[in-house]
T-cell receptor, first 111, second 114 residues
């Protein structure tokens, strides 16, 4: 049973557009929410992470929005570039640290 | 600083065999976690080791085991391989005891079971 539900499964966006990926969770013990980016043939790499005491975190063109009451969080990629084409995973963990991953979203940015 | 390295990168085995995968964490990192990645199940946590002790375990059968050495290098073993064990096995390391610190992933070992 997937503890973190991620949508959409895939996304096509034009260069310069905004990519939005959503995740939802049920376990209220989760207190750390990272996003990972994975290119073909590579392991996932941490992109940005948030804790529930803040509602938004921005790093460059990447922003996490967090809604604690709705138990949802999302990744926004602003000004999407072809180099952003990758698979994105949301994840969540409690203080024991076992990361639970979403199913992944394949993002394709067209020139 | 060298990243997480995993060997071998690719492996082909037959059903019933066993396999050992190796992971060398980033220098100075003491926590090593293992994940299985498949198209159907996504990324699933196998286990985590810190200072040679298994600290966390996922929901995998006992055929999956691991260990960590005093230099923080880790191995995972899968015995009596099944077709469904075909997957990308990823290792991730982090600096210290707080597992919520950034985990750095290796490129993975792709295992194919025939």
């Amino acid at each position: 049973q997937q503890q973190v539900k991620q949508s959409p499964q895939s996304l096509i966006v034009q260069k310069g557009g905004i990519s939005i990926i959503n995740c939802a969770y049920e376990n209220t013990a989760f207190d750390y929410f990272p996003w990972y980016q994975q290119f073909p043939g590579k392991g996932p790499a941490l992109l940005i992470a948030i804790r529930p005491d803040v509602s938004e975190k921005k790093e460059g063109r990447f922003t996490i929005s967090f809604n604690k009451s709705a138990k949802q969080f999302s990744l926004h990629i602003m000004d999407s570039q072809p180099g952003d084409s990758a698979t994105y995973f949301c994840a969540a963990s409690d203080s024991w640290g076992k990361l639970q991953f979403g199913a992944g979203t394949q993002v394709v940015v067209t020139p | 600083k060298a990243g997480v390295t995993q060997t071998p990168r690719y492996l082909i085995k037959t059903r019933g065999q066993q396999v050992t995968l190796s992971c060398s964490p980033i220098s100075g990192h003491r926590s090593v976690s293992w994940y299985q990645q498949t198209p159907g199940q996504g990324l699933q946590f196998l286990f985590e080791y810190f200072s040679e002790t298994q600290r966390n375990k996922g929901n995998f059968p006992g055929r999956f085991s691991g260990r960590q050495f005093s230099n923080s290098r880790s191995e995972m073993n899968v015995s009596t391989l099944e077709l469904g064990d075909s997957a990308l096995y990823l290792c991730a390391s982090s600096l210290d005891r707080d597992i919520q610190e950034t985990q750095y992933f290796g490129p993975g070992t792709r295992l194919l079971v025939l």
